[in-house]
């Protein structure tokens, strides 16, 4: 069997036959490959392509945190990726929006969970709901934030919930990430690491400082700092959700947004909206 290399990839032949064809390895960059036409956005891209797009801008050490836009070129597939790109994900079979937050901001719990180790060991592209999920949930059952993060019914119930509520195609998609979080709200707690496969981002995060919340829970994602919106509704109208932020100097709550966007936080036994992100 004879092996042919071209620009394109891999042909495999036999008696003048084509057997095969292997792609080439998937690229992505900052600039646009010249002669070549890219689609803007994600429409049509299957989870488990789209890993293979991640796995490249992950390989890319130029792409960073504060990136808003990637190329990547994938065998016939050639795709403008920028920050606010908007995937569709049924839920519980009910189709919600998820928004591109970020690039190369998040640390893989697993440096080879893309098969082998990349260029930044980070994940390359973060999703958020860009509204709310329809059911309000509670971040513990009691008024407390003792545990921060790491021990709330938030994260080891309801962030499971919503993982489950994900099409396998997603789920399989979905790489666990370390996230920085609060141990709890007294202002001598510090932080924590926790892995996490879905999340609810921190405040610094979101805002990019700190007014309610223990310093370190992270930085703030290239889609907040572009100055999207923070105002995130629920059946239309815009409402309060929940952050995993517990509340500095306070044994009791955690921090939320605001139905105008602004920071503040409330009682972690009420229940408030969920909007959380993930990684691939």
Known sequence: MAKFLSK???FYMRDGKLLGYIPP???AS???QTGITYTSGLSGIEPSTLTILAKAISNNANITSNTNTVYVDYDDIHRKID???QVTIALNNTDYIFDVIGFNHDMLTDANAYSSATATGKAGITFQMHDMFATEYLMNSSHTNIGGWKSSTMRTSTMQRMKGYMPKAWQTAIKPVNKVSGADGSSSSGTEIVSDSCFLLSEIEIYGSTSNSVSGEGMQYAYYKAGNSKVK???GSANY???RSPASGSSDSFCI????GNAGTRSASTSYGVAFGFCV
Do not use: A, I, N
Request: proline letters at 14%; hydrophobic letters at 30%.
């Open 30 to 32: 900052l600039t646009p």
């Open 83 to 85: 920050v606010g790109s």
């Open 257 to 260: 947004v605001f139905g105008l």
């Open 25 to 27: 390895p998937p690229k």
């Open 241 to 243: 959700w929940w952050e």
């Open 233 to 235: 509704k629920k059946g």
């Open 8 to 10: 394109d990839g891999k």
